[in-house]
């Protein structure tokens, strides 16, 4: 592994979900230092001991969300749309002047499988108005099923879109995308999270109308 990989500390708030989870478990494998967060830190605690029996060994903290945020380089936010707002409110301060990797999708239950634009067009949007210009938000990993991170030695046939207003901060997550062995697509700026995050209730449709599970995308021709 290397030292860039030792040396970066990954938070995920809302961490003990499956997908956060999985997530968190891939990047511990692969040397980074991992905290999950959650609400309530003795739920994160509990859940990191989980994942760190599957796992073998201690590679994994956990933490309640602001205090994982704030001993984290990059933030990776993995909550529910219904939670979205409020955990950001929690870790504004803690996040400014960091990359804030948000995978959240505006699904409005019951209707999961048909696309919901929010009041801000998508989450990604709307978490970067909050949050103001001192964070650098990415919208990645919405599509991806949290059926196939559970275990973390299982390779996703996936492809992950990646969208953000900075370069820099992009290719970071792309990086970051990769060590999960997945492969990162850029796909331009904040903006096209709209679609991005459209395509999640489109992929639940398609599991349903198929009798699947976790149907996901792969981009041709790169």
């Known amino acids: 592994m290397s030292d860039q990989h ?6 995920v708030l809302g961490g003990t979900g499956k997908e956060g989870s999985g997530l968190a478990m891939r990047w511990a494998l692969k040397g980074y230092r ?10 994160a605690e509990s859940r990191a001991a989980e994942m760190n029996t599957q796992l073998g060994g201690e590679f994994i903290k956990g933490m309640s969300n602001p205090d994982a945020a704030a001993q984290a380089d990059l933030v990776v936010l993995s909550v529910p749309y219904s ?4 955990t950001l409110e929690t870790v504004k301060e803690q996040v400014s002047g960091k990359v804030l990797v948000d995978l959240t999708v505006p699904l ?9 634009l929010p009041e801000g067009k998508s989450a990604a949007l709307e978490g970067q ?4 210009s001192t964070v650098k ?3 990645a990993f919405q599509n991806v099923s949290a059926e196939h991170l559970g275990d973390p030695h299982h390779v996703v046939d996936c492809d992950v ?6 370069a820099e901060a992009k290719q970071a997550v792309i990086q970051v995308v990769e ?24 992929l639940l449709y398609i599991n349903k109308a198929y009798n699947v599970k976790g149907a996901g995308i792969r981009i041709t021709g790169i």
């Open 179 to 202: 060590a999960t062995g997945m492969r990162g697509v850029d796909a331009g700026p904040l903006a096209n999270a709209v679609a991005v995050e459209s395509l999640t209730p489109v």
């Open 129 to 132: 108005a909050l949050l103001g």
């Open 83 to 86: 939670a979205h707002k409020a």
């Open 34 to 43: 991992v905290i999950i967060g959650s609400r309530e830190a003795s739920k």
């Open 6 to 11: 030792t040396l970066l500390t990954i938070a």
């Open 161 to 166: 879109l990646v969208c953000g207003d900075d």
């Open 137 to 139: 938000v990415v919208a």
């Open 108 to 116: 409005q239950p019951p209707k999961v499988r048909t696309v919901h």
